[in-house]
């Protein structure tokens, strides 16, 4: 079993930045995927940034190329998203997600983004 803890959203101003943080369990993070997802009221799910177990493969979606980073800390058991340039579309749920070798998924309870324009 896996555990993910989220940290850092809040309200911000367009333009503005935040950094949130995912705390995961277990001795195995190191061959996790980590990926930040998010979701929008009245909208699905939508994956935002994957980064691979030693961070050698990083992807973004479209929306947030240029203006989000992802990044993860294998000694620490954690995995952040950087966002500068934020704008109002950005307001949504965020959630960390691991996928562990063996193809399970765990998700985090999710931190609220709220971006004013």
């Known amino acids: 079993q896996v555990q993910l803890v989220e940290s850092g959203g809040g309200l911000v101003q367009a333009g503005g930045s935040l950094r949130l943080s995912c705390a995961a369990s277990?001795?195995?993070?190191?061959?996790?995927?980590m990926s930040w997802y998010r979701q929008a009221p009245g909208k699905e799910r939508e994956l935002v940034a994957t980064?691979?177990?030693?961070?050698?493969?990083?992807n973004y979606a479209d929306s947030v190329k240029g203006r989000f980073t992802i990044s993860r800390d294998n000694g620490k058991n954690t995995v952040d998203l950087q966002m500068n340039s934020l704008k109002p579309e950005d307001t949504a749920v965020y959630y960390c997600?691991?996928?562990?070798?063996?193809?399970?998924?765990?998700w985090g309870q999710g931190t609220q983004v709220t971006v004013s324009s």
């Open positions: 980064i691979t177990s030693a961070g050698t493969s990083i």
């Open positions: 997600n691991a996928r562990t070798p063996w193809r399970n998924d765990y």
């Open positions: 277990g001795r195995h993070f190191s061959s996790y995927t």
